[in-house]
Structures are given as structure tokens and as C-alpha cells.
């Protein structure tokens, strides 16, 4: 049979043809894919920037492609690609255990704020940036009486439930040789509580972080500060048994822990410089700044934490000045405050310590002259201990905390105004499925406040009582 020159060409005109349309479904094939959330993990951690990727395609999509051959317009800008990215819930790593922090379940336990947390270090095959999210949620139900010691005041009783459900997305970019920065957001949603700084939508925590992993870093924004003087598993933060035998009308003197800038305030930021070499040293200096009724607010806060696993012994200074906007104003207060606290801790049956802090505050008027009512001394001194009777899951706590408070308005006959003010309690918590915290607490406290008068050298104030019951649920996540 002949071949006619003219078959050739039309044959090889329908392969070429065929051979067109077949190219971008063959070539489809061969592309990489969009990186699932499993797959990210297998990334190089080397690895800057991810190739170009396409994703699926429709069937529409791919009649087009076949019949429309590529552009080779080089105007055309290729479509940006995202670099690598881990989604994750913040793993049990990202809590530091090293130094051990308190015994499981314990009140020590929860306070690693003196620890670089969230720690989320550069893994072997993870992507350079990583997300992850936590948080935690507790709710109060409690009840409390209050025996007021004024004769201008009735007894109370009082039912509450407080709650603070907060949820923490935490970012980190790593680099090589343990170099990172870090930006952690808590949002939080209040039920009622005592904290007269916030509604139902706040904000814990909001800060950014720059640094070396186990080294130093230096963290900018809403942050709290290393915690020194510590309540145990009572008088939690942010609940109305923190306030001790508070009555409708008198709000006896709360003990001071060396925490007038360790909390995050409102109107205010701070940048703290943290040091953590070697292991058992962490050394932190907080500068705090912002606005207030006073005016403006400027303050510094040293803390060192010595820290042998077993043993720990925190110790700082803290100095704010709070002064008038306007030139010309003297009006001032200067507060400064020294504490320390030794604890020890003996896993996994004990963990216990005790701690004194003392606090001044020297209040001037606009024109220079002192305010002596507001010019005042706080004492804090007490303990806690919490033990595991031999039961894996339960806990068992106690504590007592003594506050002292004196201002320098004088009486006639020589005495000042003053209180004194004793808050103990005990607790019982189970700890069910390593992550709910079940905690009833028993408190009492007794405080005697004196309110002095030109007229009665015997007059000796007046004693409040309360006595509270409360139960919380908490889960940590």
C-alpha cells in the first residue's frame, strides 16, 4: 500500500492535535498540590517559601484550559503563594515542666507566668510559622455572709455567680539558632466578678515577643509580670473572697503581694526584659506606663526567681509614680513595695511556702502639701500548703494571710487610722479527666477597722466578719 505524502501530514496534524488537548490534564497531574494541615508537617523546616501550587479544578474549568493554550505574557503577574502554615492546639509541651513548677493539680502549678509560655520552639520538619490556640474557663457559684461591725450597718448575705471564659491564639515565627518572635491575644468573655476594670468583652493579654528560646526575650503590650507573693488555692484573683470581711459600706484594706504592676492595668502598657540563664535563675525587668485618674503613670518592677525544682525563692521591688498632666500641678503619689517568698515543693504529695511583702504610699496635694489620708503603709504576711492524701486526682489546701494598713491621719489624741485584717481558708479540689478542676473553698475572714474621731480616745472601730462557700468549675484547654 502507498503512503501519499499528504496522509503523513494529515496524521501527524490529529496526533498534534490530540497531543494539545491531552497536555494540561497530564500536566495537572504532575504539579504539586495545596499542602493539607498533615502534609505541612513533612515540609523542610529549612524551606522559606513554598512553590507555586495549584489547587483542584473544576471539570468547567478544565474544558476551558483544554482549548485555551497557556499565555507566555510575560505582564502577567504569577499568582502569590502562602508560605507553610501549622494550625494546631497548643500541645502539652508548650507548658514548662523544667524546673518543676508545683505538684499536679496544685495552685503552683497554674502560675508559670515566670516561665517563657507559650513555648512553641522550632521542630524538625514543622513549618517556620505556627498558630496555636488554648485557653481556659472557670465559673463560680458561691454564697456569703457578712456580719458588718457598724452600727449604721446591717448584716448580708449574698449569692453570686462569677465566671471568666477566655480563648488565647497564640503566633510564632521561628528562626534558625532558636531565634523567634511571638504575638499572644487572650480574648475574655465575664459573667459577673470583682473587677471593676472590665464589662462582659475583655482582654487578658495582647503583647508581642522577641527573643532567643531559653535565653531572653523582651515582650511588649498587655502583659502580667512575674508573680512573687502567692495565695495558694484560695483568695483567687478577680472573685469577692480576694476582698476578705467587705461589707456594702466598708471595704477593709486587701493584702498586697507586691503586685501594684504585676497585673495588666487599664490604660496602660508595659515592656519587660526577661533573662532565663542559667535554668535555675529567671530575672525580669518590667517597665509599666500609661494614663489614670491620677494623671499620668510611670513605674518599674525587678523580680529575680531562684529556682531549684525543689525549692524556690522569689524576690522583687516595685517604685510608681503617678502624677498630674498638667505643668504646675504637684499633686503626686508615690507608691514603692518590697517582697519575697520561700516555697518548696515535694511531688507528687506537697507543695507549700510562705511570704511577706510591704508596701508605701506617699500621697501630695496640688500645691505640694501631704495628703495624709491617703499617705499609707500595707503589711502583708501568711502561707499556704497544698497535699495529696493519697488519693491520684484530689487535692486538699489551706492558707492564711495577714494584712496590716495604716494612714497618717491623726487624731487628736495621737493614733492614726488603720485596720487589721485576717483571711484564712481551706479547699478541696478533684481534678477529673486531667483537664476539669472541681474546687469547693471555705473562707473566713476577720477585719477591725479603725476610723478615728477627735472626740473618743477609746474609740477602738468597729470588727466585720464573712464567712463564704464557694464551688468552681474550671477547664483548662
Do not use: C
Amino acid at each position: 500500500m502507498k503512503i501519499h505524502l499528504r496522509d503523513v501530514a494529515a496524521l501527524a496534524s490529529v496526533l498534534s492535535s490530540l497531543l494539545f488537548i491531552a497536555s494540561p490534564a497530564l500536566a495537572q497531574d504532575d504539579e504539586p498540590q495545596t499542602p493539607t494541615p498533615s502534609d505541612a508537617d513533612k515540609i523542610p523546616a529549612d524551606q522559606d517559601q513554598a512553590k507555586p501550587v495549584t489547587g483542584e479544578v473544576s471539570e468547567s474549568t478544565a474544558r476551558v484550559t483544554a482549548v485555551t493554550p497557556p499565555t507566555t505574557d510575560s505582564s502577567v503577574e504569577a499568582k502569590p503563594q502562602p508560605l507553610p502554615l501549622a494550625l494546631e492546639h497548643l500541645p502539652p509541651t508548650a507548658y514548662p515542666g523544667t524546673p518543676l513548677p508545683g505538684i499536679r493539680g496544685g495552685s503552683l502549678a497554674l502560675q508559670i507566668n515566670h516561665l517563657q509560655w507559650p513555648y512553641m520552639p522550632k521542630y524538625e520538619g514543622a513549618p517556620d510559622f505556627r498558630i496555636a490556640f488554648s485557653g481556659s474557663s472557670w465559673a463560680d457559684t458561691s454564697i456569703r455572709s457578712v456580719k458588718a461591725g457598724s452600727a449604721s450597718e446591717a448584716n448580708q448575705l449574698e449569692y453570686r455567680m462569677q465566671g471568666r471564659l477566655t480563648l488565647r491564639s497564640t503566633a510564632v515565627y521561628n528562626r534558625g539558632d532558636n531565634w523567634f518572635v511571638q504575638s499572644n491575644t487572650e480574648f475574655v468573655a465575664n459573667t459577673e466578678q470583682n473587677n471593676s476594670t472590665t464589662n462582659y468583652v475583655d482582654v487578658d493579654d495582647a503583647w508581642i515577643r522577641f527573643g532567643k528560646w531559653k535565653l531572653f526575650d523582651i515582650t511588649v503590650g498587655r502583659v502580667q509580670g512575674f508573680e512573687v507573693y502567692h495565695y495558694g488555692m484560695g483568695l483567687d484573683l478577680n472573685t469577692y473572697e480576694r476582698l476578705g470581711a467587705a461589707s456594702f459600706s466598708q471595704t477593709p484594706a486587701a493584702p498586697y503581694g507586691l503586685d501594684n504592676l504585676w497585673d495588666r492595668g487599664v490604660s496602660n502598657g508595659a515592656v519587660a526584659a526577661h533573662l532565663y540563664l542559667p535554668q535555675w535563675l529567671r530575672l525580669e525587668f518590667l517597665t509599666r506606663f500609661g494614663v489614670s485618674a491620677q494623671g499620668k503613670e510611670l513605674g518599674i518592677r525587678p523580680v529575680a526567681v531562684l529556682d531549684l525544682g525543689f525549692m524556690k525563692f522569689k524576690t522583687g521591688y516595685e517604685r510608681q509614680l503617678a502624677s498630674s498632666l498638667f505643668e504646675g500641678n504637684k499633686a503626686r503619689v508615690e507608691t514603692q513595695g518590697l517582697g519575697a517568698e520561700l516555697q518548696f515543693v515535694l511531688p507528687p504529695w506537697v507543695e507549700f511556702g510562705g511570704g511577706v511583702a510591704r508596701r508605701t504610699v506617699d500621697a501630695f496635694e496640688q500645691d505640694g502639701g501631704v495628703r495624709a489620708g491617703a499617705t499609707t503603709t500595707t503589711t502583708t504576711y501568711g502561707g499556704f500548703a497544698n497535699v495529696r492524701p493519697w488519693v491520684k486526682d484530689l487535692l486538699v489546701g489551706i492558707g492564711y494571710h495577714h494584712t496590716s494598713w495604716r494612714n497618717y491621719n491623726i487624731d487628736f489624741f495621737g493614733d492614726p487610722e488603720k485596720t487589721t485584717h485576717h483571711q484564712m481558708f481551706g479547699a478541696v479540689q478533684y481534678l477529673l479527666w486531667d483537664r476539669l478542676y472541681i474546687k469547693y473553698v471555705l473562707a473566713y475572714a476577720r477585719a477591725n477597722i479603725e476610723t478615728r474621731n477627735d472626740t473618743d480616745p477609746a474609740d477602738h472601730g468597729f470588727t466585720n466578719e464573712s464567712i463564704g462557700h464557694r464551688l468552681r468549675l474550671m477547664l483548662l484547654y
